[in-house]
T-cell receptor
Framework: AQSVAQPEDQVNVAEGNPLTVKCTYS??????LFWYVQYPNRGLQFLLK??????LVKGSYGFEAEFNKSQTSFHLKKPSALVSDSALYFC????????????FGAGTRLAVHP | DGGITQSPKYLFRKEGQNVTLSCEQN?????MYWYRQDPGQGLRLIYY???????QKGDIAEGYSVSREKKESFPLTVTSAQKNPTAFYLC???????????????FGPGTRLLVL
């Protein structure tokens, strides 16, 4: 079955420290991978995506993600966290072929403390 | 959230009542989607439409209905058959170019549905 796992319900990090939000996936074929962020009572905002090419993808607000095919992972990273980064983060995968269906992980809540 | 509007922001449903959630987009996107978000479960696809006058069931379509009479509009009706409708409902759209891997879905601000 095709799926996305975000193994941590919550990640806590101090402001100014690097952050990592983990994501692993299980799909057939070549995956297309996405990260979205959600602030309270708001819709999802697109951060970045991996389609092909360089395994390190840079996105909005200083975030980046590293695609690792052998480990089937697509972890979200930021070198220096801000309090304003505190939000709910979703990893999603779109299996190759077919319509534009996204399979979402359960989400990881990021809390950045001053 | 720009370009996709959802209304109302909050909606209350009484037992046995059908309610309709509005989703409008001005992005000239062909494809539109409805998701349901429950705490700790991520987003689940209810219905999607790749073009006007056509739509398909997603993973949890039971108790819901949609229509796609106009390109910019994709309303979702939560029927009385949906026994657990309390959730946050998100509408999304994309250009709808099938097979194009660059496709990104953009989301509206959501509607929170509560049962009285």
């Amino acid at each position: 079955a095709q799926s996305v796992a975000q193994p941590e319900d919550q990640v806590n990090v101090a402001e100014g420290n690097p952050l990592t939000v983990k994501c692993t996936y299980s799909v057939s074929g070549n995956p297309y991978l996405f990260w979205y962020v959600q602030y309270p009572n708001r819709g999802l905002q697109f951060l970045l995506k991996y389609i092909t090419g360089d395994n390190l993808v840079k996105g909005s607000y200083g975030f980046e993600a590293e695609f690792n095919k052998s480990q089937t992972s697509f972890h979200l990273k930021k070198p220096s966290a801000l309090v304003s980064d505190s939000a709910l983060y979703f990893c999603a995968v779109r299996p190759s072929g077919g319509y534009n269906k996204l399979i979402f992980g359960a989400g990881t809540r990021l809390a950045v403390h001053p | 959230d720009g370009g996709i509007t959802q209304s109302p922001k909050y909606l209350f449903r009484k037992e046995g009542q059908n309610v309709t959630l509005s989703c409008e987009q001005n992005l000239n996107h062909d494809a539109m989607y409805w998701y349901r978000q429950d705490p700790g479960q991520g987003l689940r696809l209810i219905y999607y439409s790749q073009i006007v006058n056509d739509f398909q069931k997603g993973d949890i379509a039971e108790g819901y209905s949609v229509s796609r009479e106009k390109k910019e509009s994709f309303p979702l009706t939560v029927t009385s058959a949906q026994k657990n409708p309390t959730a946050f409902y998100l509408c999304a759209s994309s250009t709808g170019l099938a097979g194009v891997p660059e496709e990104t879905q953009y989301f509206g601000p959501g509607t929170r549905l509560l049962v009285l």
